[in-house]
């Protein structure tokens, strides 16, 4: 399922807390949401967002109100962010990726949250369990740890001479030292040898590419996380100089001109 149909099918979920009621009350809902990107980025999401809860009767200006807060990437914001909604008394939260989510999870037991995108909510420890998530915690996993191995297979099939594989990834996330382990596994099973790039933010960026020439890594894997989404046209350009087929794990680094994804 592509990035804006899942979104679609969030304004649904978004909806199970606020019941049917929008169009018998006078109240407007407030619905908080913590992002990794800034609304430029997250346009066509939230286009599609805002379009699902219209026609579930929640229309921005009359009973609904959206308060967008992003982290542009400095996953160390969320905490404060998370708070700032908490205290502002919102209905519901969405996050997506696991520091949003974990930041609202240390702020709040109450209020509902809905994880539009994570990659292992159990893990982590967000919820009790995938089929039953107890709490204020429901949502969506993108499984993206059991999904590195397959990536990696098919970054080797893309570039069948690859010998060396760079890793960027936030090792600050605690999801990017599951995948990280995946990505091991994987790349010992091809035959390949890997190389750990640690981006925590975007002045990281720039030296972790260098680095990757430096050591001729042939190929490039993209870990999801929120300094790459909102530097996805960054990295991809600097793939593009470097010259590193690169693969990732969401469809907006597409958008924004990289090679291939796997989501």
Do not use: C
């Amino acid at each position: 399922m592509n990035r804006r149909a899942f979104i679609t099918l969030l304004g649904g979920a978004a909806a199970w807390p606020l019941a049917a009621r929008a169009q018998q009350s006078a109240k407007v809902y407030r619905v908080g949401m913590l992002e990794t990107i800034s609304e430029a980025l997250n346009a066509a999401n939230l286009a599609a967002f805002r379009h699902s809860l219209r026609g579930l009767g929640y229309i921005e200006g009359q009973n609904l109100s959206i308060e967008y807060r992003s982290a542009d990437g400095r996953a160390e914001s969320f905490p404060a962010m998370a708070g700032e909604l908490v205290r502002s008394n919102v209905d519901l939260i969405v996050t997506r990726g696991t520091p949003a989510s974990l930041a609202v999870k240390n702020a709040t037991a109450t209020i509902p949250v809905v994880m539009a995108a994570i990659a292992e909510p159990f893990s982590s420890g967000l919820v009790a369990g995938l089929a039953r998530p107890g709490g204020n915690f429901t949502g969506l996993s993108s499984f993206a740890a059991v999904l590195d191995a397959k990536r990696v297979e098919l970054l080797r099939e893309a570039v069948p001479g690859a010998a060396r594989i760079a890793v960027l990834m936030n090792m600050g996330n605690p999801v990017q030292l599951i995948e990280w382990k995946e990505v091991e596994v994987a790349t010992q099973s091809l035959g390949i040898s890997r190389q750990l790039l640690d981006v925590r933010k975007i002045d990281d960026i720039g030296p972790a590419f260098d680095a990757a020439s430096a050591q001729h890594a042939d190929a490039l894997f993209v870990g999801i996380d929120a300094i790459m989404q909102a530097n996805s046209a960054l990295i991809a350009e600097l793939a593009t100089k470097h010259r590193l087929p690169a693969i990732y794990a969401s469809r907006e680094f597409i958008e924004a001109g990289g090679l291939f994804a796997m989501a």
